[in-house]
């Protein structure tokens, strides 16, 4: 004799494989979720925070250090710390321009023909533009006839040492732009126009 299965006490003890009951086995039904943790999100926001700060805090420093850098004699390559070593800076800046000058003597022979050049000197200077000489006249460091004869050649005064002391002041000649090969290089800047000639 057969026996005729139970199909509700077999069912409710399996799980119905073609009911989606949340209570039933692992026979085809789906099976319950977990609750999520309730930790909040928060922690991943204060993490990116903390690594932005961190980062533009970097930016920040190495400004500042890349600024303050250059104070030593043997690494002058910004202008600022030129600007500070000029003689009279606040003078020069405002009426001028600071300058590295190189102090060097050329000898030529001819026979038989050479060209001997002496150990070059650097010392901090300034070039004044051609419209503020008067601040050399009226200190009566130069005199008339000089200023008639630089006038001439147009060309512009240069000095180094403080005004208060015994300033070395040149005629000098500004050069042409055009023949900078510096400033002629494969994507530099354009030669400087007239206007910017002292």
Not at 14 to 22: A, H, M, V, Y
Not at 100 to 113: E, Q
């Amino acid at each position: 004799m057969k026996r005729k299965p139970n199909s509700y006490n077999d069912r409710d003890r399996f799980g119905d494989p073609f009911r989606g009951d949340e209570d039933s086995g692992s026979f085809g039904g789906s099976s319950r979720r977990q609750p999520q943790s309730g930790k909040p999100s928060f922690l991943n926001s204060a993490t990116l925070g903390i690594l932005t700060a961190v980062f533009i805090l970097g930016i920040g420093i190495g400004i500042a250090f890349s600024s303050t850098a250059t104070i030593s004699p043997q690494n002058v390559a910004s202008r600022e710390f030129i600007d500070r070593s000029a003689p009279n800076p606040e003078l020069c800046v405002q009426f001028g321009a600071s300058a590295m000058v190189t102090d060097m003597r050329l000898f030529v022979t001819l026979n038989p023909f050479n060209v001997y050049i002496s150990q070059p000197s650097m010392r901090p200077g300034c070039v004044l533009r051609t419209n503020n000489w008067a601040i050399l006249e009226q200190r009566k460091l130069i005199n008339q006839e000089q200023v008639r004869e630089c006038k001439n050649r147009m060309n512009t005064f240069g000095f180094t040492g403080a005004l208060e002391g015994q300033p070395d002041i040149n005629c000098i000649y500004q050069n042409d732009g055009a023949k900078n090969l510096f400033l002629n290089q494969p994507g530099s800047i354009a030669p400087p126009s007239e206007g910017q000639n002292f």
